[in-house]
């Protein structure tokens, strides 16, 4: 059984930061391509930010310069910096991965962490 844990999310007021983090477990014989995605309420859940396990990035538009996605590959742990949070930024972030198992790769989401900034 593989398990993401999120952690980090919480209530900040516009302009601040947060630090989401999100720590794969179990029986993973390696971690390809770590995400981060949101849903806001009534909106379809986007991609945030991606890093590939060489550490290749990329962002959406609308936080790039803001946020900066890294990881760990020793810990399986991928980290979401947030900075100059708005109110539009106010969503459940979910963490995806994909791990290989034995010899086949498998999609793994966490089970989302609310992030809501305040004006």
């Known amino acids: 059984q593989v398990q993401l844990v999120e952690s980090g999310g919480g209530l900040v007021q516009a302009g601040g930061s947060l630090r989401l983090s999100c720590a794969a477990s179990?029986?993973?014989?390696?971690?390809?391509?770590m995400r981060w995605y949101r849903q806001a309420p009534g909106r379809q859940r986007e991609l945030v930010a991606g890093i590939s396990s060489g550490g290749s990035t990329n962002y959406a538009d609308s936080v790039k310069g803001r946020f900066t996605i890294s990881r760990d590959n020793a810990k399986n742990t991928v980290y979401l910096q947030m900075n100059s949070l708005k109110t539009e930024d106010t969503a459940v972030y979910y963490c995806?991965?994909?791990?290989?198992?034995?010899?086949?790769?498998?999609?793994?989401w966490g089970q989302g962490t609310q992030v809501t900034v305040s004006s």
């Open positions: 179990g029986s993973i014989f390696s971690i390809g391509v």
């Open positions: 995806f991965a994909t791990g290989q198992v034995a010899t086949r790769w498998y999609n793994y």
